[in-house]
């Protein structure tokens, strides 16, 4: 499940932004919609137990998230969050198979080779290992990011303007790719945009609409 409850953060010297209650059942699509600015990302932060809210309660995965500690959050988010961020954050310094053994390197386990082979197969990765993230193509890079998100099948799948930036056919792609690796594990789905072609595809999903502030 995802419960978000009086949720309130402020900025030091801006104004304070009040977001909507939510409340959905584990394996949800959630649509964050909302112009530029309307605290979209800040959300997705909150929500992914980077950033302390000035008020709220936020229940995920089963977990009482600003009751934890910082490093009983790390370990949740370790465990039970994938993350599909604006800038991708690949690695130029690593190929695309190293990039990907990185979640499990960063939670002191031995990695899952098969699980990443696996993953490069579903999401049409195959053969492309070896290459660094400059000799990817948008949508490449894209389902590298999706595939690093999905490795330890987290139960909370969040993914930022994931489709700015693409052409038509690259959006439809990365949207789908995103709600059927969701469904595979039974994770609730939160997309954060401002793309009308999310939400018509997305069409089924529970709104949570963002206000601009000034």
Same mark, same amino acid.
């Given at each position: 499940?995802?419960?978000?409850?009086?949720?309130?953060?402020?900025?030091?010297?801006?104004?304070?932004?009040?977001?909507?209650?939510?409340?959905?059942?584990?394996?949800?699509?959630?649509?964050?919609?909302?112009?530029?600015?309307?605290?979209?990302?800040?959300?997705?932060?909150?929500?992914?137990?980077?950033?302390?809210?000035?008020?709220?309660?936020?229940?995920?995965?089963?977990?009482?998230?600003?009751?934890?500690?910082?490093?009983?959050?790390?370990?949740?988010?370790?465990?039970?969050?994938?993350?599909?961020?604006?800038?991708?954050?690949?690695?130029?310094?690593?190929?695309?198979?190293?990039?990907?053994?990185?979640?499990?390197?960063? $939670?002191?386990?031995?990695? @899952?080779? /098969? *699980?990443?082979?696996?993953?490069?197969?579903?999401? !049409?990765? =195959?053969?492309? +290992? &070896?290459?660094?993230?400059?000799?990817?193509?948008?949508?490449?890079?894209?389902?590298?990011?999706?595939?690093?998100?999905?490795?330890?099948?987290?139960?909370?799948?969040?993914?930022?303007?994931?489709? $700015?930036?693409?052409?038509? @056919?690259? /959006? *439809?792609?990365?949207?789908?790719?995103?709600?059927? !690796?969701? =469904?595979?594990? +039974? &994770?609730?789905?939160?997309?954060?945009?401002?793309?009308?072609?999310?939400?018509?595809?997305?069409?089924?999903?529970?709104?949570?609409?963002?206000?601009?502030?000034?």
């Amino acid at each position: 499940m995802l419960a978000v409850h009086g949720l309130r953060h402020a900025y030091r010297g801006g104004p304070t932004i009040a977001f909507p209650d939510l409340d959905v059942p584990q394996g949800a699509r959630v649509l964050l919609r909302g112009p530029s600015g309307s605290g979209k990302s800040t959300w997705l932060a909150i929500v992914a137990a980077l950033l302390t809210p000035t008020a709220g309660r936020v229940v995920a995965a089963g977990a009482d998230l600003l009751a934890m500690s910082a490093r009983e959050r790390d370990a949740w988010r370790g465990a039970h969050l994938g993350f599909v961020p604006q800038r991708l954050h690949l690695s130029e310094a690593l190929d695309v198979a190293r990039n990907l053994a990185l979640p499990y390197v960063a $939670a002191g386990e031995a990695v @899952d080779r /098969a *699980r990443i082979d696996a993953l490069m197969r579903r999401l !049409g990765l =195959a053969g492309l +290992g &070896a290459r660094r993230p400059r000799e990817l193509s948008v949508g490449q890079a894209q389902r590298v990011a999706l595939a690093r998100a999905l490795l330890r099948r987290p139960q909370l799948l969040l993914a930022d303007e994931p489709t $700015a930036s693409l052409d038509d @056919d690259h /959006a *439809r792609e990365v949207v789908a790719l995103l709600a059927e !690796g969701a =469904a595979e594990q +039974g &994770a609730t789905l939160v997309v954060a945009t401002h793309d009308a072609r999310v939400a018509a595809a997305l069409a089924d999903a529970v709104e949570v609409r963002l206000e601009a502030h000034a």
